[in-house]
Nanobody
Framework: QVQLVESGGGLVQPGGSLTLSCAASGSIVSIGTMAWYRQTPGNERDLVAAVYSDGTTKYRDAVKARFTVARDNAKNTLHLQMRDLNPGDTAVYYC????????????????WGLGTEVTVSS
């Protein structure tokens, strides 16, 4: 089985910084897109940032100038460096990845971590 585990969340004051990490483990053949999503109670889960297999990145407009997403393909990890945080960034952040788990049948599957909570408050 494949597992994604997020870490690095916590309480931070407005203007502060946090770095989130995601570690993928298990029966992984390869990993395609990796991404961070965030969700607040009662709302849908929205894309924050993504990094594709070729290294291309995509950011939500609200975070583009403040967040940096990066992946380490050798370690199967994903990171989100967040700076100048504001209360609007408060959410549970989820790691997402398209993972090839087999060379037979339909080998690609979409995986989610359980999330790490980020609270931005004074």
């Amino acid at each position: 089985q494949v597992q994604l585990v997020e870490s690095g969340g916590g309480l931070v004051q407005p203007g502060g910084s946090l770095t989130l990490s995601c570690a993928a483990s298990g029966s992984i053949v390869s990993i395609g897109t990796m991404a961070w999503y965030r969700q607040t109670p009662g709302n849908e889960r929205d894309l924050v940032a993504a990094v594709y297999s070729d290294g291309t990145t995509k950011y939500r407009d609200a975070v583009k100038a403040r967040f940096t997403v990066a992946r380490d393909n050798a370690k199967n990890t994903l990171h989100l460096q967040m700076r100048d945080l504001n209360p609007g960034d408060t959410a549970v952040y989820y790691c997402n990845a398209d993972i090839e788990i087999s060379k037979r049948g339909d080998p690609w599957k979409h995986y989610w971590g359980l999330g790490t909570e980020v609270t931005v408050s004074s």
